[in-house]
T-cell receptor
Framework: KQEVTQIPAALSVPEGENLVLNCSFT??????LQWFRQDPGKGLTSLLL?????REQTSGRLNASLDKSSGRSTLYIAASQPGDSATYLC????????????FGSGTQLTVLP | EAGVAQSPRYKIIEKRQSVAFWCNPI?????LYWYQQILGQGPKLLIQ????????DSQLPKDRFSAERLKGVDSTLKIQPAKLEDSAVYLC????????????FGEGSRLTVL
């Protein structure tokens, strides 16, 4: 059974810092990995999707990397802003026929002005 | 393009009562998911539909939870009778085809069971 872990559970940084969020998964047989953002009381917004054959994806100030063999992914946020404050969730899609999405518990990020 | 619609946004009930949540996915999306998100945790898949057929309901507590997707469009999730531990946000998501990762989520229905 796939398990996804995110460390740290919470992070507080001053504005302008570069930061890294970590995600690890137990079963390397994944189809892809996705990072989501969740604002309080809201649903999930997809940020980046990395296919299993890819090493990284970039979107603006966000860069996500994937090391399937070690079961790890990182989300790098450059020049953080108060508007980046949210919970960031990592999810993996298994390679099975159902392509089930398994989520981590998230990292709650606070960027202080 | 309209997003995934869910209702009600909030619901407070007493234990042993019943509740139903409704989801309207993005037009043309064949796959629909219901997730349960308990405070401080990541979403947990309850059930996945492909059109109006169930693909995966292995984590759905079938003694109290039921879901249907008639005509392969809208879906309802029902809880009867509710327990205190059912307090959570119920998220609906849809995608054009399974496994692409392009999931689109609704804003969720927050359930409080007293």
């Amino acid at each position: 059974k796939q398990e996804v872990t995110q460390i740290p559970a919470a992070l507080s940084v001053p504005e302008g810092e570069n930061l890294v969020l970590n995600c690890s998964f137990t079963d390397s047989a994944i189809y892809n990995l996705q990072w989501f953002r969740q604002d309080p009381g809201k649903g999930l917004t997809s940020l980046l999707l990395i296919q299993s054959s890819q090493r990284e994806q970039t979107s603006g100030r966000l860069n996500a990397s994937l090391d399937k063999s070690s079961g790890r992914s990182t989300l790098y946020i450059a020049a953080s802003q108060p508007g980046d404050s949210a919970t960031y969730l990592c999810a993996v899609i298994s390679s099975g026929s159902a392509r089930q999405l398994t989520f981590g518990s998230g990292t709650q990020l606070t960027v202080l002005p | 393009e309209a997003g995934v619609a869910q209702s009600p946004r909030y619901k407070i009930i007493e234990k042993r009562q019943s509740v139903a949540f409704w989801c309207n996915p993005i037009s043309g999306h064949a796959t629909l998911y219901w997730y349960q998100q308990i405070l401080g945790q990541g979403p947990k898949l309850l059930i996945q539909f492909q059109n109006n057929g169930v693909v995966d309901d292995s984590q759905l507590p079938k003694d109290r939870f039921s879901a249907e997707r008639l005509k392969g469009v809208d879906s309802t999730l029902k809880i009867q009778p509710a327990k205190l531990e059912d307090s959570a946000v119920y998220l609906c998501a849809s995608s054009i085809i399974p496994g692409t990762g392009e999931l689109f989520f609704g804003e969720g229905s927050r359930l409080t069971v007293l």
